[in-house]
């Protein structure tokens, strides 16, 4: 297996990669939706949500990155919610919480190999980032965590203004760096935003999945610390 002989930083992805809902997205809504009278169970919620984040589109009419996320969340929160009963009259108070409930630390389970792939990365004096399409909440999770000393540098799409797979956000990023595109590893799940996004700028990419389906050109790891089997 060859490595990636030139890597001085590594990014990596958040929700998917670093992070994951505890103990599920429908879970967590199946909680809140309570609150307002609405009972609806885990599974049924898990599997809606997947088909309306499959759909949902950002608007780009909306310049604000902040206003444009939480507009982005309420139009998948409403379409869950839409397909399986009809939305609470006080549908913006219930979207807040949901807002509110998933930028706590709680909500989200650490990946079980993030600290001891920082510690790999740190000991080979390899540099670690946070590159994610995420929003500031993102932050606060990460506070929780107690990992604001293990990254480098965040960068957040929400605040840069691009999103994987734009290029412009690959660009900016190696720029903040002062590194050569060639010098960087991206690791993300996502094979589109995070592989092909990275690969396409130029970077170096690793796909963490368990299916192998993917793209047979892909480099993939089946678990975050697998990172070291590509490194030199």
Not at 13 to 34: N, Q, R
Not at 151 to 178: C, N, Y
Request: aromatic share 10%.
């Amino acid at each position: 297996m060859s490595a990636f002989l030139t890597v001085k930083a590594v990014t990596l992805d958040a929700a998917g990669t670093l992070f994951f809902p505890k103990p599920s997205v429908g879970a967590i809504y199946s909680e809140i939706v309570a609150h307002y009278g609405v009972e609806l169970e885990p599974d049924q919620l898990d599997s809606s949500f997947a088909e309306a984040f499959k759909s949902a589109k950002k608007k780009g009419s909306i310049e604000d990155p902040e206003k444009r996320e939480w507009e982005y969340w309420r139009s998948i929160v409403a379409g869950v919610l839409e397909d399986l009963a009809e939305l609470p009259e006080n549908f913006d108070d219930l979207f807040s919480d949901l807002w509110t409930e998933f930028a706590k630390g709680s909500r989200w389970k650490l990946n079980p190999d993030a600290r001891a792939t920082f510690d790999l990365l740190e000991a080979r004096g390899i540099s670690c980032s946070l590159l994610t399409n995420w929003d500031q909440r993102v932050r606060r999770v990460i506070r929780d965590h107690n990992l604001e000393s293990r990254f480098a540098q965040l960068f957040i799409s929400s605040e840069v203004g691009f999103e994987k797979p734009d290029r412009q956000l690959f660009d900016f990023v190696a720029t903040k760096m002062e590194l050569s595109p060639n010098e960087i590893l991206h690791v993300g799940d996502h094979l589109n935003q995070d592989y092909l996004g990275a690969c396409n700028a130029g970077w170096n990419a690793l796909l963490l999945t368990r299916k192998r389906t993917h793209n047979s050109d892909s480099r993939t790891i089946a678990r975050l610390l697998d990172i070291q089997n590509h490194l030199q």
